[in-house]
């Protein structure tokens, strides 16, 4: 069974900086491409970044520049580095494990994050 386990939201104001941390269980880490997503209130769930087990990265053009993906296979988890935060990037973040820029079949519960203006 596939669990994937997210860390690291809050609330940050304008031009901070955020690191979430995504832990995985029970798949091919090593294997998987790893992918971030996120979904603000009232919006759909949209793609944010992902990277391949060889750690190439590919990330949305609204995070281009700002947010920065990656991965230690030794310890299963993969982080989202977040700088200079805008409120527009408030909302619900969730790792996912299997897909890329569309969504692969594991998700984890999501982790909060708020940019006060």
């Known amino acids: 069974q596939v669990q994937l386990g997210e860390s690291g939201g809050g609330l940050v104001q304008a031009g901070g900086s955020l690191r979430l941390t995504c832990t995985a269980a029970?798949?091919?880490?090593?294997?998987?491409?790893m992918s971030w997503f996120r979904q603000a209130p009232g919006k759909e769930r949209v793609f944010v970044a992902y990277i391949t087990w060889r750690s190439s990265t590919y990330y949305a053009d609204s995070v281009k520049g700002r947010f920065t993906i990656s991965r230690d296979n030794a310890k299963n988890t993969v982080y989202l580095q977040m700088n200079s935060l805008k409120p527009d990037d408030t909302a619900v973040y969730y790792c996912n494990a299997g897909g890329g820029t569309i969504a692969g079949p594991y998700w984890g519960q999501g982790t909060q994050v708020t940019v006060s203006s």
């Open positions: 029970g798949c091919t880490f090593r294997t998987d491409a």
